[in-house]
């Protein structure tokens, strides 16, 4: 697709650019470089960016410009080492013109004019990348022709790239992008040749393919057969024996919730933290500033909250920022004994954060979790307050009627959210009827101050059986309900 002229849309005439600036300020803006701006080409010509899409602080800006009355896309290249990322780019796109893989056409790869490179592509506008297009799913299921059109142009691509050997080694569905009916991949400095182009080897092309499976929901494991023949369609072998390419999704997994685990309380992409001797702030990065207000005081909030639980341990509360109601759990300390034994450990609100993270992450119902907030001395922990999603749903033990079996809705919700705790070795710790929440066609999972993912079965197994006794002592012995759950729930 050529680019686009100053008249088409999006485009603005008329519009003025008058900070010219460079690498260096890009450098140490960080996240939040003044927009618009110009940046000059070694040539002369000048970017005018309008708009940016990434950016990783320091190091790399991607984003809407404009050069020659032209619109493109611009990635700017202005860390320490630009020039290798800059060239791994440009070498990344040739590799993909030369398999024949759909990518945006390169309109320039040049220098900047005080250091830096600029790599300028065509503009695709509209289009939409297919993690896009996966999160808009209502069904993210292996039985859903919709999930399955938006993964096979993928998988198939990928089958491409392994054909011409060729590796995507930051292979998510945010690489692929549609556009115009046609799906292309993009970010060519992931993109890595394996020896003389050759086919990939068997082993390197599972690995690769796994990276991008670990991403899918749990539930895809048993069902990799259905992503066979996009693949076999481009590749030049055989699809990976199931079994290897299961151990493989479930290693990666693994590796990804650690890693994603520790960007939950550090400041990256996805999460701002703050930390200071006196205290321990992180809020996922799209809320911060709706919840700028909230965070320094999270007290001032329970004046004016409605109070749902005071407790010696806990306080939970309804509040209203900016007409939006949210949950506001703080963690007390009952005595001066209390607060010792507490102190030295990771407070119930950071160990809840994470496990709403893991939750999450692994596709378990519960509600978003929003910020963390710890009071501190030094590296001894005091009070804490986690800021959560509301949700309005009532618990299971006002909503269902023990003497018969759940509506079909509500029956599907409880098989598939206990099914996905077993099938991740996941207790909950407190399986009261009171902490599964109904809520738009699911069952959520509140109070994770005890939840644990066990690494054995063993631990897992002891664990589960309580969890199970504890959830059928909820109704009374031998009632319909609680025969109904004690047949369906996986076994003790």
């Given at each position: ?40 080409l070694?040539?002369?010509?000048q ?30 290249f ?5 020039e290798?990322h800059?060239?791994q ?37 509209p ?157 996922l ?57 507490r ?13 709403a ?75 009261k ?41 909820n ?18």
């Open positions: 697709m050529a680019a686009t002229k100053p008249d088409s849309p999006g485009a603005r005439p008329g519009d003025e650019f008058p900070v010219l600036i460079d690498a260096a300020t890009l450098r140490a803006a960080g996240r939040n470089p003044g927009l618009p701006f110009r940046i000059a070694a040539d002369g010509r970017i005018s960016m309008r708009r940016l899409l990434r950016v990783l602080p320091g190091k790399r800006l991607v984003g809407e410009a404009e050069i020659d009355g032209c619109r493109v896309l611009v990635k700017l202005v860390g320490r080492r630009s290798k800059w060239r780019e440009r070498a990344g796109l040739a590799a993909l013109v030369a398999a024949a893989v759909p990518t945006p056409a390169l309109l320039a790869a040049a220098p900047l004019a005080d250091g830096g490179h600029a790599l300028l592509t065509a503009f695709l506008d289009a939409e990348t297919l993690a896009e297009a996966w999160a808009r799913l209502p069904r993210q299921s292996p039985d859903d022709a919709a999930a399955l059109a938006v993964l096979a142009p993928a998988v198939r691509l990928l089958g491409r790239l392994h054909a011409a050997g060729l590796i995507q080694e930051d292979l998510h569905l945010g690489n692929f992008l549609h556009h115009a009916g046609e799906v292309l991949v993009i970010d060519g400095d992931a993109l890595r040749r394996v020896g003389r182009g050759q086919p990939l080897p068997m082993a390197r092309a599972c690995a690769n393919l796994a990276v991008l499976l670990a991403q899918l929901p749990a539930e895809w494991d048993d069902r990799l057969g259905i992503l066979q023949a996009p693949y076999c369609a481009t590749a030049a072998s055989a699809f990976p024996e199931p079994q290897d390419l299961r151990a493989r999704i479930a290693h990666v997994r693994a590796w990804r919730l650690r890693d994603f685990l520790g960007k939950t309380v550090r400041d990256c992409t996805l999460f701002a933290v703050e930390q200071t001797l006196t205290r321990f702030t992180t809020v990065r799209r809320q911060a500033d709706a919840l700028a207000a909230l965070l320094p005081d999270p007290d001032a909030a329970l004046d004016s909250a409605v109070v749902l639980k005071d407790g010696g341990t806990c306080t939970v509360a309804r509040i209203v920022v900016n007409e939006r109601v949210l949950l506001l759990k703080r963690y007390n300390l009952k005595s001066l004994g209390h607060a010792l034994n102190c030295w450990r990771p407070t119930r609100a950071w160990h809840s954060w994470r496990e993270h893991r939750l999450q992450f692994l596709g378990i119902p519960t509600p978003a979790p929003l910020a963390l907030v710890e009071e501190r001395i030094g590296p001894l922990r005091r009070r804490a307050w986690l800021v959560s999603e509301f949700c309005s749903g009532p618990n299971l033990l006002s909503h269902l009627a023990a003497d018969r079996e759940p509506p079909a809705a509500e029956a599907d919700a409880i098989v598939s959210l206990f099914a996905a705790m077993h099938r991740q070795r996941i207790s909950h710790g407190d399986l009827a009171t902490n599964l929440l109904w809520d738009a066609g699911q069952v959520l999972l509140i109070d994770l101050d005890a939840v644990v993912q066990h690494h054995s079965p063993a631990t897992h197994a002891r664990a589960w059986r309580r969890d199970r006794a504890r959830l059928l002592r109704w009374p012995p031998d009632c319909v309900l609680q025969r109904w759950l004690d047949a369906r729930l996986p076994p003790a």
